[in-house]
């Protein structure tokens, strides 16, 4: 009675079950790898953002890719802002995560330890961005003379790694990413590699508005959709199994129904004839 299995309906809908069991376990193991990696990073920069403070100069070099389990140091860097090469970063977005505007993108200049004389990128926080964007926008200005800053050390910006299209043929002072090694090549002198997220000191007034550390406490829906997935690939069995069943079953009832009306007796002639008479 299960010979309707081998029609190609049933073939069909079989196969398409065999392919979509391996395939929603695969897809639920890449959404468990996924909530691992957030789960590991948030562990990162939560360890790196409670560490102590060092120089700079200890993380990065000119020209150095900063490694991934350096981000979100704290770091220092003493020094005197270079403010006639200030520029400002393109469509970013204030804390709110909703008002776009500038970050305030300024090169300090190191003035002690191994790396004295060389720049460092310091991203001073976010403005907003004014009715003129062909225009330098009014930046609130640098401190003058020695800072020390306090910041995050943050990685070069890639169009690769962030998704910001690099456009060319902007105003002048106005970029789309913050990286060392073209701001290098404007400044004609070293820059160490990445560029710090500046935590302190506060700006008078709160402008330029600092930028707030990255949230490293949610871990994402993706552990739910891993678990999602692998209930979809234990339904595909299952289904099928109460699908060949109802099937069964009503292949049985329809060849009873059939075997009772071939069995059912005929009505006598004599009465037929008479009544028809």
């Known amino acids: 009675m299960y010979r309707f299995l081998l029609s190609r309906q049933w073939v069909i809908l079989t196969l398409v079950g065999l392919v979509l069991i391996p395939v929603m376990i695969k897809l639920g193991f890449w959404q468990y790898h996924r909530h691992e990696h957030r789960v590991a990073q948030n562990q990162l920069i ?5 560490a102590a403070p060092v120089p700079v100069t200890d993380l990065t070099a000119p020209g150095r890719t900063l490694p991934r389990d350096d981000m979100w140091r704290r770091v220092t860097a003493s020094g005197t802002y270079d403010t006639r090469h200030e520029v400002v970063v393109r469509q970013r977005t204030a804390a709110d995560e909703k008002t776009i505007g500038y970050y305030v993108l300024t090169p300090l200049v190191l003035d002690q330890g191994p790396r004295k004389g060389t720049t460092v990128l310091v991203n001073r926080g976010w403005i907003a961005a004014g009715n003129d964007l062909t225009r330098f926008p009014d930046v609130p200005a640098a401190p003058k003379g020695r800072v020390t800053v306090t910041g995050r050390m943050m990685a070069d910006e890639t169009t690769e790694g962030s998704g910001i299209k690099d456009k060319r ?4 002072r106005q970029v789309m990413l913050i990286n060392s090694e073209r701001q290098a090549e404007a400044l004609h002198r070293p820059v160490l590699g990445g560029y710090i997220e500046q935590t302190a000191p506060e700006p008078p007034g709160g ?8 949230d490293h406490d949610s871990i994402g829906p993706h552990m739910a959709y891993a678990v999602q997935w692998w209930l979809f690939a234990a339904a595909v069995p299952v289904g099928w199994f109460v699908l060949v069943r ?9 060849a009873e129904s059939a075997d009772s009306a ?3 007796p005929a009505e006598p002639l004599s009465r037929t004839v008479a009544s028809t008479e």
Request: glycine share 4%; net charge negative; charged share 40%.
């Open 169 to 172: 043929g902007l105003p002048d």
């Open 207 to 214: 402008t330029p508005e600092l930028v707030p550390e990255p």
């Open 246 to 254: 109802r099937e069964r079953k009503d292949r049985l009832a329809a």
């Open 46 to 50: 939560a360890d790196n953002l409670h």
């Open 262 to 264: 071939e069995s059912a």
